[in-house]
Structure formats: C-alpha cells, structure tokens
C-alpha cells in the first residue's frame, strides 16, 4: 500500500512562493508518471500539473501556467511543485497522486497552502 506524504505549505503573501515536497513511504516514484492536484474550499479536486516518467513536465492547468514547476528529484524518491508568484485563488490542499484517469493511489493527508490578499 502506497502512502503518500506532501509537505511544504503555509500561509503567504500574494505575490510569495512556496515549494511542495511529496514523498512514498516505502517506495520510490520511479516508472510512474506522477500529478499535484489540489482542492480548494467548496471546489472539487483538480489536476495542477503533471510530470510524465520518460520525458519530465507534461501538463500545467492553464490557471498555474507560466507560475508553477514541477520536479523530482534525481534518485525518483521525491517530487516537488515549486509554486511562484501565487495569487489567493491559488488556496486550496495539494495533493500528489499518479497523473492518471484511471487508477490512483490512496490519497494523502495533503498539505494546506493560503495566499493572502
């Protein structure tokens, strides 16, 4: 069973960055293509970005295009979603899970990020 860890959030400024961790308690990422997601208040779930195993970043939502990065490190054990110049619409939980349609892992406890006006 996969657990999945996310890390990094906080309360910032608009305008501020921030830098998401995600990790796999027991397991690294390798061979998997792997996407944030995030859920704001009274929204559903929405893939942020996704970052395919063989050739790196594939997919940003429109609204983070241009602002949002997404990474892995180099031993596949963490993937990261540096976030900049975020606006208050940008609140909401993030998540890491498998870029996928289909099958996902169990979700994580997420982690809080608040930008302030």
């Known amino acids: 069973q996969v657990q999945l860890e996310e890390s990094g959030g906080g309360l910032v400024q608009a305008g501020g960055s921030l830098r998401l961790s995600c990790g796999a308690s027991?397991?690294?990422?390798?061979?998997?293509?792997l996407g944030w997601y995030r859920q704001g208040p009274g929204k559903e779930r929405e893939l942020v970005a996704g970052v395919w195993y063989s050739h790196g970043p594939g997919y940003f939502v429109d609204s983070v295009k241009g602002r949002f990065t997404v990474s892995k490190d180099a031993a596949s054990t963490k993937m990261f979603l540096q976030m900049n110049d975020l606006k208050p619409e940008d609140t909401a939980t993030y998540y890491c899970n498998l870029f996928s349609h289909g099958m996902l892992w169990d979700w994580g406890q997420g982690t809080q990020v608040t930008v302030s006006s």
């Open positions: 027991g397991r690294t990422f390798d061979g998997y293509n």
